[in-house]
C-alpha cells in the first residue's frame, strides 16, 4: 500500500523546539567514564533491542518500567507521541542506562522513566539527575513532573531530592505527581548533578559511532542476580 504522507501528517502530531542536549562526562565510583548523550529519532531501534528483553524481567519492577520505556521509545520513532526526548548512558560505547522524558508544554516537564542495565554504580541517579538538568537548564522549563514505580525510585527521586508532593495526575497513572521546580533543582544540583564539559573527542566519537548493545545473559546476571537465563 503507497505511503500516504498527506494522511500521516495528520497523525503526527505538532512539536515544540527542542535545543539539543550537550553530552557530558560522568566519572563513576569504580574510576570508569559514562558519556551521557542524547539520541536522535534514528537510533532508537537500536536502544530498542537492548529494551526489549528486559520487559521480562520481574525483580524491582523492571518489567513494567521497560515495556513502558519500549512503548514510549516507539511512539517516538513512529511519530506518535509529542516533544519526547532520550538520554542515554555508555561506556566505551556499551549501553548501560537511559532516561526518557518529554515537554508537557514550554513550561512543564513529564519525567517518564529511568532504566539501568548495570547496577550498583548509581547511573540511574546520575541519568536521571541528567533528565532534570536537560529540562531546568537546557530546556529552560520551570518544572518537571514525575512519578516513582519502584521503591527503589522512590527513595532516589522523591526522597534524595525532597521533592514536593501534589495533588496533580500524572500521565503514566499511579501515585500522584510529585513536582521539581526550578528552585529546589538548584537547591540540590551541587549533590546530586555531576559530569564535564565537553566531553573529549575520542571518547565522544566512540560512543557516537556505535550504540553496544550487552547480551542478554550478561544483563539478566546484573539485573536479577542469575546466570544462564
Known amino acids: ?41 534514528d537510533e532508537v531501534p537500536r536502544v530498542l533491542e537492548a529494551v526489549r528483553p528486559i ?80 529540562h531546568i537548564e537546557y530546556l529552560n522549563q520551570e518544572e518537571v513532573l514525575i512519578v516513582a514505580e519502584s521503591p527503589i525510585g522512590f527513595r532516589r527521586w522523591m526522597i534524595e531530592y525532597g521533592l514536593e508532593p501534589t495533588d496533580i495526575p500524572h500521565e503514566l497513572g499511579g501515585a500522584p505527581s510529585y513536582r521539581l521546580s526550578k528552585e529546589l533543582y538548584y537547591a540540590t544540583k551541587d549533590r546530586l548533578v555531576v559530569g564535564d564539559r565537553p566531553v573529549p573527542p575520542d571518547i565522544l566519537a566512540q560512543a557516537l559511532d556505535e550504540i553496544i548493545v550487552v547480551d542478554e545473559k550478561t544483563v539478566a546476571e546484573k539485573i536479577c542476580g542469575v546466570k544462564g537465563r
Open 1 to 41: 500500500m503507497p505511503f500516504d504522507m498527506e494522511l500521516e501528517s495528520k497523525l503526527r502530531p505538532p512539536e515544540l523546539p527542542m535545543v539539543p542536549y550537550p553530552p557530558k562526562l560522568v566519572t563513576l565510583a569504580n574510576g570508569r567514564h559514562m558519556v551521557v548523550r542524547e539520541i536522535t529519532r
Open 55 to 134: 520487559t521480562t524481567y520481574e525483580r524491582d519492577y523492571y518489567d513494567i518500567v521497560a515495556s513502558r520505556v519500549y512503548a514510549e521509545l516507539l511512539a517516538w520513532y513512529r511519530w506518535r507521541i509529542v516533544n519526547e526526548f532520550c538520554l542515554i548512558a555508555q561506556i566505551d560505547g556499551m549501553l548501560v542506562g537511559l532516561v526518557n522524558s518529554r515537554m508537557l508544554n514550554a513550561k512543564t516537564g513529564m519525567s517518564l522513566h529511568t532504566l539501568t542495565t548495570d547496577r550498583g554504580l548509581r547511573i540511574g541517579s546520575h541519568m536521571f539527575a541528567a533528565k532534570m538538568e536537560h
